[in-house]
Structure formats: structure tokens, C-alpha cells
């Protein structure tokens, strides 16, 4: 039937819907300021602030989205709040046809995984610095070593 929820309500997270009803704002906030930010150039001083807000607010689904567990990550709770929150401002589950909001969403989406994918080069980046420098410290350490061994 066209009406039947996809997720039985019998299989609903209590910690899920929870997460659902105390995000909403959250997720309200994104995606306004996703839309603002969107409509200035890169590197202005006002996007860098909506992108550090968004960034903070993605942090906290991230760590509500740990807490749940399983396979819940930013992402997916990031689009089932949109989902309730488009529900609600309609009358049907899903729209019939693409939407201004829906590519909104799809922006507001690849800037959350844009963001997570830097913040896991940053990390990749500095783990890379950490082992060469180690590298290079143990190759000194080494030839010092045989210096002082020959030396004697």
C-alpha cells in the first residue's frame, strides 16, 4: 500500500526517534545556513562562519549518532531529521517530484562529507608528518649509533 511506513513503527530506535525530536533545530540551523552559505563566495568571511557553525552542529550528530550505535553515522541521522522535518511540512511521505529543498539537501550533504573527508586528510596528513619525522629520527639515531660503534 502506498501509505505503509517503510519502517514498521515496531522497529523504530526509541534512541533513533529520540535523536529525531531533539535535533530538529540543529538541523534546521544547517540547512539555513548551508542556504546562506551557498550563495556567497569561497573563502568569504561570513561563509567560513556558517561553515564552522555547520561543521559544529555535524560534530554533534556525529557524536549523538555514536552514542546509537550500529550503523548510524552524521549523515544518516543528518537525513532522517530532514526526512521528518520534510514530512511535517507536507501533507505526503515523499514528494512526487525534485524540490528547491531537496538539492538544498544534497548540498547541505556533500558539504558535511566534504568537511569530513578534509578533517580525515588533515589526520592522514599529520599521522604521514608524525611517521617520517619518527623515520628520520630513528635513520639519525641508527647512523649515530654505528659512528660511535666504529669510533671506538
Not at 514498521?8 to 526509541?14: L, M, T
Not at 573563502?43 to 561543521?55: D, S, W
Amino acid at each position: 500500500m502506498l501509505h505503509d511506513p517503510i519502517i514498521p513503527a515496531a522497529e523504530v530506535d526509541p534512541d533513533v526517534a529520540q535523536a529525531i525530536i531533539d535535533f530538529r533545530p540543529v538541523v534546521g540551523r544547517i540547512r539555513d545556513l548551508s542556504a546562506r552559505a551557498v550563495k556567497l563566495p569561497e573563502g568569504h568571511r561570513q561563509r567560513v562562519g556558517y561553515e564552522k557553525q555547520i561543521r559544529d552542529d555535524m560534530d554533534l550528530l556525529r557524536i549523538r549518532a555514536e552514542r546509537i550505535g550500529g550503523d548510524w553515522t552524521d549523515a544518516s541521522l543528518l537525513i532522517a531529521v530532514q526526512n521528518d522535518i520534510d514530512s511535517r511540512a507536507r501533507r505526503v511521505a515523499q514528494p512526487r517530484y525534485a524540490t528547491k529543498r531537496v538539492h538544498d539537501d544534497r548540498v547541505m550533504q556533500a558539504v558535511a562529507r566534504e568537511q569530513r573527508a578534509k578533517t580525515a586528510l588533515d589526520a592522514a596528513t599529520m599521522e604521514m608528518e608524525s611517521a617520517t619525522s619518527a623515520r628520520q629520527a630513528a635513520e639519525h639515531a641508527a647512523k649515530h649509533f654505528e659512528a660511535r660503534r666504529t669510533g671506538r
